[in-house]
């Protein structure tokens, strides 16, 4: 997804994770999970670890189910029984019906809270919500299996809540398994990465990302799909994000007026004034990192001296004008600053206005991000 779980709203009216019947991409990953468990050598604690919206949280789900169903993964299907193994269970299976009801007792799922003060998700998950992995866990299993517990996410843990977690994973309970869906994106203890079975997950095939467009997303238009999957770097979650926030047309908006730049003073104000609302929120995080991402092209472009690539038709020129105004390195120094600018924003609530502001008129002038 674009930042947080930003537009909570919106993503609000998508399946949870844990009702994925199915997921693409990561057919390595669920065989060697069903592998670890016929060897009979589970690993207590695995860390799944990606960008964001490609699916982890919903393999976590798929493998919570797969053990709580005392399922095996089959034997290999197809005609000499050679198909990859799975963590497929059946729909009307208990275990299935009880985790999409979010009533199964063997499973805790630990995520950030929502504060029902401030109207939206609290920014972290707390030592005291972490202390309680530790007490589920400990519990004998209740349908005499094994007790699953799933982090979503590492990166909404602060330190305090990391330490609890740490317990767990130094004395682990048995048959019990705790499953870390973690986006790379925060810090994370070394001894919480070196006592978990590491699952690197990567971003989605454009192939793939097409295929649950096509499905997740009918009403997109058909030409529209593949420019929206490099715009989401192989990620579904940020693809269907982007849509909500605008799609390609708001990725137009912004490219123009960062090829803009202060020469149109008045159509970055608007634009400014329309995304720092408080019911923009989905589509200010995706301008803000669509802005970021082409800070990043623009870098490669100075760094390629061959045609760079692009989201829309027609951009390429453009693309390598704006990229002849700074140095590899200065390109480089942008980005970083411009992404530490968004990140600290997001902590600290400065003005959305002020900070689109400074990204777009940084292009012309990146002392302007030292001001903020």
């Not at 089959?74 to 963590?87: C, I, K, N, V, W």
């Not at 149109?264 to 400014?272: G, I, N």
């Amino acid at each position: 997804m674009t930042g947080k779980k930003a537009a909570a709203a919106d993503a609000d009216t998508r399946p949870h994770p844990r009702l994925g019947a199915s997921l693409l991409g990561h057919e390595t990953a669920e065989t060697q999970m069903v592998e670890a468990v016929r060897s009979g050598r589970l690993a207590h604690a695995w860390l799944i670890e990606g960008p964001r919206g490609i699916g982890k949280a919903t393999l976590a789900y798929r493998f919570a189910r797969f053990l709580l169903s005392g399922a095996t993964g089959g034997e290999g299907g197809g005609l000499f029984g050679d198909s990859a193994p799975t963590l497929d269970v059946e729909p009307e299976h208990r275990a299935t019906r009880l985790i999409a009801a979010g009533s199964h007792p063997d499973l805790l799922a630990l995520e950030r809270s929502y504060d029902e003060k401030a109207k939206r998700l609290r920014k972290v998950i707390t030592a005291e919500e972490a202390r309680g992995v530790a007490d589920f866990m400990h519990l004998t299993p209740a349908e005499g299996g094994w007790r699953v517990a799933i982090v979503d996410a590492v990166d909404d843990l602060n330190p305090q809540s990391m330490n609890a977690l740490l317990k767990i994973l130094e004395e682990p309970p048995r048959r019990a398994v705790l499953l870390l869906v973690y986006h790379g994106a925060g810090r994370i203890l070394p001894t919480i990465r070196s006592r978990c079975r590491r699952l690197l997950l990567k971003p989605l095939e454009p192939s793939v990302l097409d295929r649950l467009l096509a499905t997740q997303a009918p009403d997109l238009p058909a030409e529209e799909r593949e420019p929206l999957a490099r715009l989401a770097r192989g990620s579904l979650g940020r693809a269907l994000d982007l849509i909500d926030a605008g799609g390609l047309g708001l990725y137009r908006q912004v490219f123009q007026l960062a090829s803009a730049t202060a020469s149109d003073a008045q159509a970055m104000q608007s634009f400014a004034d329309k995304l720092a609302r408080r019911d923009a929120e989905a589509a200010y995080l995706a301008a803000v990192d669509m802005h970021v991402d082409l800070l990043a092209r623009l870098a490669r472009a100075a760094a390629d001296p061959g045609p760079p690539a692009e989201i829309v038709p027609g951009e390429a020129a453009a693309i390598r004008r704006l990229a002849g105004r700074r140095s590899l390195d200065r390109w480089r120094e942008l980005w970083e600053n411009s992404r530490r600018l968004v990140q600290r924003s997001e902590a600290v609530n400065i003005d959305r206005k002020q900070v689109l502001l400074t990204l777009l008129l940084a292009l012309d002038d990146d002392r302007l991000l030292a001001q903020l």
